[in-house]
């Protein structure tokens, strides 16, 4: 077996050394920017869809309070139905209105934990029973305008 002596070695080419090093770092910073390039990228998705299912929990919660409302006036506090809301608040109500109906506990209503309010009652005159109901969540968080109709959809008579 034949040894080389140590000035015998096969050493690089002085143009070729130092070149892994610089190439494995440039390599490191590439996959290191591009994780983090995903990371970046999955955050704002998340955050987008957060955004996103928190507007349709509050349309849900809007719809949820213009039914709720729809009934109400439908029911206890159906003599306020023709009258503006800027009306309900006055102490001169309609003949058929009951003893010490209180149109402020119709105004706000709480469901699942939030409050929403009532900003606005336009009824409609004429053939049509109805008006357009705005609300808006107490938070500010969003507001909403409904066109309420208390005619039914299809009219129910006895059959004879």
């Not at 070729?16 to 090093?21: A, C, D, E, K, Y």
């Not at 006055?90 to 009951?98: I, K």
Request: net charge negative; glycine share 6%.
């Amino acid at each position: 077996m034949a040894r080389l002596h140590p000035a015998h070695a096969a050493a690089p080419p002085t143009h070729q050394s130092g070149f892994v090093l610089p190439l494995a770092m440039v390599c490191s910073l590439l996959l290191l920017l591009s994780t983090t390039s995903l990371q970046l990228a999955l955050l704002q998705s998340q955050k987008v869809q957060i955004a996103q299912e928190q507007r349709s929990d509050d349309d849900d919660l809007l719809v949820s309070a213009a039914h709720a409302t729809a009934a109400q006036l439908l029911g206890r506090y159906r003599c306020l139905r023709d009258l503006p809301l800027s009306a309900w608040s006055g102490t001169a109500r309609p003949a058929d209105c009951a003893a010490g109906l209180n149109p402020q506990q119709l105004m706000r209503t709480e469901l699942w934990g939030r409050a929403v309010e009532i900003s606005g009652w336009d009824p409609e005159s004429g053939a049509t029973s109805g008006g357009v109901l705005s609300l808006r969540l107490a938070d500010g968080s969003g507001s909403e305008r409904f066109a309420l109709s208390f005619q039914p959809a299809l009219p129910l008579r006895e059959a004879l």
